[in-house]
């Protein structure tokens, strides 16, 4: 998985508290998306974001969730207000181009969130 | 939601075995990957497979996929512990749709390959 850096690799948060996850893509790569996978469960589509633009957020929660992918710098996922059933882990994959299932999506190694 | 049923779910082998894994959904897939994920780690491509009746190896590993595109499997011969993981598939996107970028997983099948 040597590319796409998440950090934190681990997050614990009390109930009510703010979570931040980062994703750097692999270098030359401007589209990000983020899933999320409970345990022994495949991963989730959230959301889709190329620079400075969401393209698809069909996955994300309502409320609470949000992310942006700015022209500097890594994709941040926010949750805010965090509850106990946001545990889980995070991954961001990266690709060069808009992916239509044939360009592969590179995965990162997943930021795991624990909420106390 | 265009679901992908993986089957098994579960799949404890002694080392030397031979073992498939399914991968089934109702509609036609535009392609279908599979990805293995060890503990701790994020999913690692193995092989993506786009044309009706394909078939590609990756030394022990045997994909096919269906002439419909509607299913794909994943053979190992002489499974090692090595092998040892969660192994999923995942569709691209339907070509037109505003869907494309996102990938929908199977639910995985986690596979115990015993010394």
């Known amino acids: 998985n040597a590319g796409v850096m998440q950090n934190p690799r681990h997050l614990v948060r009390r109930r009510g508290q703010e979570a931040r996850l980062r994703c750097s893509p692999m270098?030359?790569?401007?589209?990000v998306y983020w899933y999320r996978q409970l345990p022994e469960e495949g991963l989730k589509f959230m959301v889709y974001?190329?620079?400075?633009?969401?393209?698809?957020e069909s996955g994300m929660p309502k409320e609470r969730f949000s992310a942006e992918f700015p022209k500097e710098g890594p994709s941040i996922l926010r949750i805010q207000q965090v509850v106990r059933g946001d545990s889980a882990a995070y991954f961001c994959?990266?690709?060069?181009?808009?992916?239509?299932?044939?360009?592969?999506?590179?995965f990162g190694d997943g930021t795991r969130l624990s909420i106390l | 939601t265009q679901l992908l049923e993986q089957s098994p779910q579960f799949l404890s082998i002694q080392e030397g075995e031979n073992l498939t894994v399914y991968c089934n959904s109702s509609?036609?897939?535009?392609?279908l990957q599979w990805y293995r994920q060890e503990p701790g780690e994020g999913p690692v491509l193995l092989v993506t497979?786009?044309?009706?009746?394909e078939v590609k190896k990756l030394k022990r590993l045997t994909f096919q996929f269906g002439d419909a595109r509607k299913d794909s499997s994943l053979h190992i011969t002489a499974a090692q512990p090595g092998d040892t993981g969660l192994y999923l598939c995942?569709?691209?996107?339907?070509?037109?749709?505003?869907?494309?970028?996102?990938?929908?997983f199977g639910q995985g099948t986690i596979l115990t390959v015993h010394p």
């Open positions: 994959a990266s690709s060069p181009r808009r992916d239509s299932g044939r360009r592969p999506q590179h």
């Open positions: 270098k030359g790569h401007s589209h």
């Open positions: 974001l190329q620079k400075e633009n969401i393209i698809d």
């Open positions: 509609s036609v897939f535009s392609s």
């Open positions: 497979v786009v044309t009706g009746g």
């Open positions: 995942a569709r691209g996107s339907n070509a037109g749709g505003t869907s494309y970028g996102k990938l929908t």
